[in-house]
């Protein structure tokens, strides 16, 4: 390595040319950490500059980071399938978290044969990309992106930071040095957002006249996910954009109408309107979306108005290219059409719990109209927020028309995942950023207040969810703290499931320091074992819902797939896919779901008489309480599932 040599005076530009000085390209340096010292070899600048400054003409991938362009192999075992040559883990766990593992190697084959299967069907689909939406894409990023699109800027285009100049007073040299941190931050974001979208306009145009498939995998939860990480449908709305099914089907004689639903569900402007409705705003709102098609950058771009613009701008040329066949009903469309969960965790709570209340605000139960629960818990902070305002809190007062649907959303998605107050804060915070009018100095104190509000108006809307969370999160602590054993349970299709939150073992090699959070020899994270199991639990139900309508679409011979609680296939099945979901879902919440939780935890972690004789007073103490909180499963209410068969909005 000492051998190899740079001149150094190379990309010096002086009047005269200066002498070759030839100097080893890279060198070591010495670091200390912890008392001990550690070499590192760095390249040397002028060959930095270099790779900087050099126009690469090809990106080079591992094999396993792209698409596949003959389809995955079938999942025969935890041990076989996804690439051809290419070893592909079952589950994604951390290397030392073998517990899971383990037990799925133990389990008898059959078990796992419809957990096997379900994600041989999500590879199974056949892709090809959108090109015209790919070539606006490349044309809008190689012209220095757009920051309103979603297109990334270069990072060159980043403001230099202000120089420190001898003359500053203190104050004003803290400024620019604030200044300066926040560019540099600012600069390494930009660069990261467009590299990350270089790669996946690179992939797409590298494979932009092939048909391609992605092998899955899931994780520990059973949630299924593309093993290429930078170009597949569960990405960005711009990835999604690109993305078309292999396979035309005739739209036969409601596809159209389903493209166009699904056109309005993009752009977020009907959330509480029937499909008759959004049906209707579609036909009065076709020319601004034949204006869109025909002239996406020079028209009126009504499509960069939406939530999610470029899809609803590949939906519009869709569209365009339908009313303009000879015979619509027999176009022969490419096109994915989604159905999306409305708060499907939510769901899932209302339906193990049988709470008929909460129910209704996630359209479990028949409405002519949508109800919207983001909608609703912002109607309740805000009469909330009204109260306090007439009682003279100030940020009460502060917060008056900011209280939208978009600023809270996601803490009430989250919520059921188990977000804790303070990562509710943060999302809030973020959302209350992106309001320029909002005042920069209460943004800190209005999330604080707003994630009280929006907290307490979800325990209000969902009572039996909270004693179910409560029971989760009480059992999932005792297991880990009395037990002293991580949380495991079985799903309903028959997936062991193990939360791999052991205590931290620190390992020091070489002067470095290193955290193995994953051992499964250490004593469980109580209080990630607690935190967690909540929104785990409710994932692994989701993702059995999944699971179930991927298989039985499979068996009615319909394309599906899925981005978690968002099923697609083509305009033509949605009706059909919409039958199958619901009934599913009836299928697996009729099982009795927290019962057998409970009996599995008392067989697994409860304690005999025997057992509890032979402890001492304290030890005695805590078993019995395992016992009594592992068998006191929270009461059901009175909503009958069988509304879900008829509800028009559960999926839409």
Known sequence: MSDLKIDANLLKSTKYPLPTCMIPVFYSIYREDNSKYFAQVKPHPVLVCLFKGAKVKELIFETTELPMVVPPVPWMSVRYGGYLLAKTPIVRLPRNAHEQKLLMNRAPPAQLHAVLDSISVSGACPWIVNKPILDILINIFNNKGDARLDVPVPPDECPPPPRLLPDMTHQERSKALSERYFLVQKKKEMYSLWCTQLYRLSIANRFRDEIIWFPHNMDFRGRIYPCPPHFNHLGSDITRSLLLFAKAKHLGERGLEWLKIHLINLTGFKKRSSNKDRLAFADEMMCEILDSADNPMTGNKWWQTSDEPWQTLACCMEIANVVRSEDPSKYMSHFPVHQDGSCNGL????????????????????????????????????????????????????LEGFIKRKVIKQTVMTTVYGVTRYGAQFQIHRQLQDIPEFPAEYRWPASMYLVGKTFQSLNEMFVATKEIQDWLTISASLISRVCNRPVEWVSPLGLPIVQPYHCKKFISKKGVTMRDAFNMFEKPDTRKQRNAFPPNFIHSLDSVHMMLTALYCLHAGITFVSVHDCFWTHACDVELMNKVCREQFVSLHSLPILENLSRYFLKKYGYSKSEITGASQSAADGMRLVNRVLSQVPKRGDFDLKDVLNSTYFFS
């Open 347 to 398: 769901q899932h709570y209302a339906a193990l719990g049988r709470d008929k209340l909460g129910a209704e605000s996630v359209n479990l139960s028949p409405f002519d109209k949508p109800n919207d629960v983001y909608g609703d818990v912002v109607e309740l902070v805000e009469k909330r927020r009204q109260i306090d305002a007439e009682n003279g809190v100030p940020l009460a007062q502060i």
